[in-house]
């Protein structure tokens, strides 16, 4: 499985070419997911988020989650053969998706699409590679997301498909509520891409002494939705197994 590229890998040659329809910046290279990364607002950005949501009690939305989202969505484009470049567009998204949180909790995709939009321009990005990352920025959250884009699509699946006991911080389990009992519970959570067979699948393994399956379910279902809408705009079905049994 390819994985993000990395300060010790560099990018992949191609990877300076714009997406599709995207002109070319002449003497500016590419933003790349390594940029954003490792630039100190986005560090600030991305701390602040996960804080403010720890103060209202949600799970860990930090660099672990952002750096994972990222990872997922440029594997997801990159198994199904999408160019490199937007690959690392949904890397870029994927990072940024949640930085609106430091705002507010409410319509955090806008805003964290909005936090993004300056930052991506102050950096040289393209306009039409702005408003990629953004759209799938805006349209990650289940509630009022849709998949406009490949990149959007990517990021959905990818930002669902993160429920872990690591993200629970809450130290007392006595005091856990259904979201971390869920989150609690899985122990192994795998996002399979099967290119050949065109089929995505959420692999979980779940403690089901610690949370029933019905609970995922009802927790989790408005994400199931999106996921297999996210699928379906790439051209894949999209399915859940828990302790290896197909449920979807
Ligand atoms: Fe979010
Ligand atoms: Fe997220």
Do not use: C, W
């Amino acid at each position: 499985m390819p994985s993000l590229p990395s300060r010790s890998r560099p990018l992949a040659p191609n990877s300076g070419a714009p997406a599709p329809g995207v002109a070319e910046v002449t003497g500016v290279g590419p933003v790349t997911f390594e940029s954003i990364r490792d630039h100190p607002r986005v560090r600030v950005y991305v701390r602040s988020a996960d804080q403010a949501l720890a103060e209202i009690g949600y799970t860990e939305h930090g660099e672990r989650h952002v750096g994972l989202v990222a990872h997922i969505a440029y594997n997801v484009l990159r198994r199904l053969g999408h160019p490199e470049r937007e690959a690392e567009l949904a890397a870029i998204a994927g990072y940024l998706h949640d930085i609106g949180n430091a705002v507010n909790r409410e319509n955090h995709a806008q805003t964290s699409a909005v936090m993004a939009m300056q930052l991506l321009a102050d950096m040289g990005m393209p306009d039409a590679e702005i408003v990629q990352v953004m759209g799938a920025i805006g349209n990650h959250h289940e509630n009022d997301g849709d998949p406009v884009s490949p990149v959007a699509a990517a990021v959905i699946l990818a930002d669902k498909s993160d429920v872990h006991r690591t993200r629970v911080r809450n130290p007392d389990m006595i005091r856990f509520d259904i979201h971390d009992r869920v989150n609690y519970a899985v122990e192994r959570s795998f996002l399979n891409v099967d290119e050949a067979a065109k089929r995505i699948t959420l692999e979980l393994t779940v403690d089901t002494a610690i949370s029933q399956v019905m609970e995922y379910f009802e927790i989790f279902m408005t994400r199931m939705v999106a996921s297999r809408k996210a699928a379906k705009y790439l051209g894949t079905s999209f399915g859940l197994t828990v302790n290896g049994n197909r449920l979807t």
